[in-house]
């Protein structure tokens, strides 16, 4: 199962000298969406729609806090008044339910279709938003649907928009993403650029919590050595964030003993 978070909305960057959103970066890079939420007051559209992502976010990578942010996912909602606003809470929306889905805490994918289909009537082409939007619509398509061609679009679609909106933390969501179809289809040299750009953005926006996928991600498309290393790190990385993302504790399990290794 290929999970992804939220990114996008300028985020991956500390908003210039702003040191509100300097620390509210800092503490979500490193898993601590709460704190980082609780930096936060959602008195305008703008930061409830902040909060409510950090909120949806830990969703997606703790599978914990789900009442937290469908309180904050309301607010969102009560305070957009342009069409953006009202599609950003709507986007935000159809991601808590497709989170909901694919914990298998309760199937929300019809909720999670219509959410991000409320929101492409909203957010209009080209708009900064829309690459958000269309890479949760890429995930609908790989993880819930079954169509990775549909989902290849979609992150296609998402990689054009972010480079345009200069977006570094979507573009490193959407090469990794794009890597994980390729990778499934047997282009070991096309997932490996991708998963190594991935890789190569989170370390740079130093986003601690999205380093580890992405050393999994790439350990899959190396060869020996190279992929017991990557994954030895994205283990280290793991234990150090407590076990965040809970969805890669799978993946980063060590062989049994006596396991055949390619």
């Known amino acids: 199962m290929a999970h992804s978070a939220m990114a996008g909305s ?9 040191p509100l959103q300097t620390a509210v970066w800092r503490l979500r890079s490193r898993a601590c969406w709460a704190d980082a939420a609780a930096l936060l007051e959602p008195v305008t559209a703008d930061t409830a729609l902040q909060r409510t992502a950090l909120l949806v976010e830990r969703c997606l990578y703790t599978e914990q806090g789900w009442a937290e942010a469908e309180d904050a996912l309301r607010t969102s909602e009560a305070l957009a008044h342009t069409d953006e606003e009202r599609g950003a809470a709507a986007c935000e ?16 994918s019809d909720e999670a279709r219509s959410a991000l289909g ?3 009537a909203l957010i209009a082409p080209g708009a900064k938003g829309r690459a958000l939007l269309d890479f949760r619509r890429g995930l609908l398509a790989e993880n819930l649907t079954g169509s990775p061609q549909a989902a290849r679009a979609a992150y296609r679609r998402a990689h054009a928009g972010a480079t345009a909106h200069a977006e570094p933390l979507l573009l490193s969501f959407t090469w990794r993403h794009l890597a994980g179809l390729a990778l499934r289809e047997g282009e070991l040299p096309e997932a490996r650029h991708g998963f190594a750009e991935s890789l190569r953005i989170r370390e740079e926006l130093g986003y601690l919590v999205g380093t ?5 991600s790439l350990a899959d498309a190396e060869s020996e050595p190279e992929a017991s290393r990557l994954r030895e790190e994205a283990r280290r990385l793991f ?4 076990g965040v993302p809970t969805w890669l504790a799978r993946q980063l399990a060590p062989p049994a003993p006596g396991a055949a290794t390619a």
């Open 10 to 18: 300028g985020w991956g960057t500390t908003e210039g000298d702003d």
């Open 93 to 108: 929306r159809g991601q808590l339910a497709y989170a909901a889905t694919v914990h298998g805490v309760r199937d929300r």
């Open 118 to 120: 409320r929101a492409a």
């Open 212 to 216: 580890a996928p992405a050393l999994a």
């Open 239 to 242: 234990r150090l964030l407590g």
